[in-house]
């Protein structure tokens, strides 16, 4: 391969991102972005077009879009050898096509948070480009329009660790203006970090949808040949569409491989790995149905049924001085006495076994108790019951003030709190509203198939595995 420099003069407009050792590696060999280069390095031999790179990014590995769609880095001080064999243009724009009307179909609303809805590679160039209207939509994923007449609307454009009560509010609102209005279902396009606790926060603030409300998002970019994009959209539109079940979901991938998604109830959902596909799972029970582009198979039948009238309860109450607190072991104090200093009026603890924290600390939960502050301990085990009557640290802090929220999540018995919060401070009609379920968030019972762990090696698990993949 040759070493010399191509054509290619390396200036500041096709270096976007790059500095430092990988700066200086592409203008060493008269390459840029949208080069498409062979490389030899200490790695190996690779071939691929050179991306952009974040300027927060490290400045020392340049990035390849591979041939198989996958994206690597390269470490700059491991090349031996670079030559430019193309070059692309960037086109960041996506044809459309009009998204077609048809009267017998229903109508669906999408609404835009910040995450990618789809999106499409562009070839060409390499690059990921969003789509959002029904026309990109319609170009990224065609199959919408057998299923229903698509609406689009972009509410904001927050990641979705930056979604807050700004942001729940005024989607709430939109949700409930869309139901009044006739649409047939609605889906809200999320980032998946934080999917979970806007779908707690919506069930309590949009209650009695005659409607499905589901939220969908992808853990994988539409760049990678493994991407969920595609397939969590039209099952998401699916379920708002033709779906029977009137209520907060969260349609996501069901098992590892493309067989079907799962509809996850709002209030019962957890993301629960950082980087797989299927990491939403109903926690402590089960989920509401399996749904592929072309069924629905409900799991159970206790779920709220569409209806043809109008009628939804929208109350978007919320108060934003409410924490959780996650017990360690040695927790101090001043913690808690801190968080009653700057005027928080609610904690939710989620606290070891059955819902336990250390004696130190229960000086400061009386003061936080006197100073008025709303106290609800839930279980960091994720599933299982709150039970603090089965032993005496248990039943003194409950002496102490605080009171077991059940088998609630941590994160749901948050939202509620804020939400409950929002509307009164008032001790006894404050634990009405937290232990009165709205939405399966607390339950009478779990099922024995709600709780399902895979550990890997053990004989009875890998011989369960044998038999359903073979």
Same mark, same amino acid.
């Given at each position: 391969?040759?070493?010399a420099?191509?054509?290619t003069t390396a200036t ?14 592409l203008q060493?060999?008269g390459v840029?972005?949208w080069?498409e280069v062979?490389i030899?390095?200490a ?8 991306l952009p790179?974040?300027?927060t990014?490290?400045d020392r ?5 591979l041939?198989?769609g996958?994206?690597v ?5 491991s090349?031996s050898?670079m ?11 996506i044809?459309?096509?009009?998204f077609?009307?048809? !009267?017998?179909k ?5 609404? #835009?948070?910040g995450?990618t809805? /789809?999106?499409?590679?562009d070839y $060409? @160039?390499g690059?990921?480009? !969003?789509?959002f209207?029904p026309?990109?939509l319609y #170009?990224?994923?065609?199959?919408? /329009?057998?299923?229903c007449n698509l $609406? @689009?609307?972009k509410?904001?454009?927050v990641?979705?660790e930056?979604?807050g009560?700004?942001?729940y509010?005024k989607? /709430?609102?939109?949700?409930?203006e869309?139901?009044?209005a006739?649409t047939?279902g ?11 606790h806007? /779908?707690a ?5 949009i209650q009695?949808?005659?409607v499905?409300i589901i ?10 040949p ?6 969590n959209?039209?099952?998401a539109v699916?379920a ?27 209030t019962?959902v957890?993301?629960?790995?950082s980087s797989?596909r299927?990491t939403?799972?109903?926690l402590s029970?089960i989920p509401?149905?399996m749904?592929?582009p072309?069924?629905?198979i409900?799991?159970r039948q206790?779920?709220?049924?569409r209806r043809s ?5 929208v ?8 924490t ?6 040695n927790?101090?104090?001043?913690l808690v006495d801190?968080?009653?200093?700057k005027?928080y009026?609610?904690i939710?603890i989620?606290g070891t076994g059955?819902g ?8 400061a939960i009386k003061?936080a108790a ?8 839930t ?6 019951y709150c ?6 640290t248990?039943?003194?802090?409950m002496t102490?003030?605080?009171?077991p929220a059940?088998?609630m999540?941590?994160?749901v018995?948050y939202?509620?709190?804020?939400w ?6 008032d ?5 009405r509203l937290?232990l009165t379920?709205v939405?399966?968030e607390?339950?009478d019972?779990e099922?024995?198939?709600g709780y ?6 053990i004989p ?5 595995l044998?038999?359903i993949?073979?």
């Open positions: 391969m040759s070493t420099p191509t054509t500041s407009d096709n270096l976007k991102g790059y500095r430092g050792p990988g700066r200086a590696l060493r060999f840029g972005v080069s062979e030899e390095s790695r190996g031999h690779f071939r691929g077009l050179i790179r974040s300027e990014a490290d590995h340049i990035v390849l879009k041939g198989s996958y994206n880095g390269i470490a700059a001080d090349v050898a030559r430019e064999v193309g070059r692309r243009e960037a086109h960041y724009k044809p459309e096509k009009e077609p009307y048809d !009267p017998q229903p109508n669906v609303m999408l609404f #835009g948070t995450g809805i /789809a999106s499409r590679l $060409r @160039t690059a990921v480009i !969003p789509a209207s026309g990109e #170009g990224s994923v065609p199959e919408l /329009a057998d299923i $609406r @689009t609307e509410l904001f454009g990641f979705s930056n979604m009560p700004e942001q509010i989607l /709430a609102q939109r949700i409930g869309e139901i009044r006739g047939s609605v889906v809200i396009g999320h980032g998946t970090d934080t999917m979970h806007t /779908a926060i919506l069930t309590f603030m009695n949808p005659p499905p939220m969908v998002g992808s853990q994988r970019s539409s760049d990678r493994s991407s969920d994009a595609a397939i959209l039209q099952c699916k708002a569409a033709e779906g029977d079940i009137a209520e907060v979901l969260v349609c996501m991938f069901g098992p590892t491989s493309d067989e079907y998604n799962l509809l996850h109830r709002g019962r957890r993301k629960m790995h797989y299927s939403f799972r109903t029970d509401v149905a749904i592929s072309k069924e629905i409900p799991l206790d779920y709220k049924r009238d109008r009628e939804v309860t109350n978007t109450a919320f108060e934003e001085k409410v959780i607190l996650y017990y360690y072991p927790m101090l104090p001043d801190a968080i009653v200093d005027g009026r609610g939710v989620a059955l336990h924290i250390n004696k130190p600390l229960y000086p003061r006197d100073a008025g502050v709303h106290i609800y301990m279980v960091q085990t994720l599933w299982g039970g603090m009557y089965v032993y005496d248990g039943r003194d802090l102490l003030g605080i009171r059940s088998n999540l941590p994160e018995a939202m509620k709190l804020c409950v919060l929002g509307q009164t401070d001790p006894a009609e404050v634990e937290m379920p939405s399966d607390i339950t019972r099922p024995y198939n399902l762990c895979y550990q890997g090696g009875e698990v890998q011989e369960f044998r038999t993949k073979r």
